[in-house]
């Protein structure tokens, strides 16, 4: 599967921005989809990840209560609003599709190109 990342961009602390992930290639349902992230200088983080239905989702403490991932099999696409951000929220956005259920770790079989998020002080 293919997966291509877009949205991120420059934004104040406090803003929002709404990541999107589009996929193809396969059948988008049958993949759990993760967001991670990575600053630069620090170790790649899970952010979030939803199941194939979209009914189960998790989260990585530092965006619990501000970020929401969604997904919508019929578009074949995952999103990741984010509220609230913070300047350590800064890093290049990556989604990720993995098979067999979703999961916290970076054990994901497929990886898009990646989106810089950038926020401001």
């Known amino acids: 599967v293919q997966l291509q990342a877009s949205g991120g961009g420059l934004v104040q602390a406090g803003g929002s921005l709404r990541l999107s992930c589009a996929a193809s290639?396969?059948?988008?349902?049958?993949?759990?989809m993760g967001w991670f992230r990575q600053a630069p200088g620090k170790e790649r983080e899970f952010v979030a990840a939803?199941?194939?239905?979209?009914?189960?989702?998790h989260y990585g403490d530092s965006v619990k209560g501000r970020f929401t991932i969604s997904r919508d099999n019929a578009k074949n696409t995952v999103l990741l609003q984010m509220n609230s951000l913070k300047p350590e929220d800064t890093a290049v956005y990556y989604c990720?599709?993995?098979?067999?259920?979703?999961?916290?770790?970076?054990?994901?079989?497929?990886w898009g190109q990646g989106t810089l998020v950038t926020v401001s002080s």
């Open positions: 290639g396969h059948t988008f349902s049958r993949y759990a």
């Open positions: 990720a599709a993995k098979l067999f259920g979703l999961s916290m770790n970076d054990d994901y079989h497929y």
């Open positions: 939803v199941s194939q239905s979209g009914g189960t989702t």
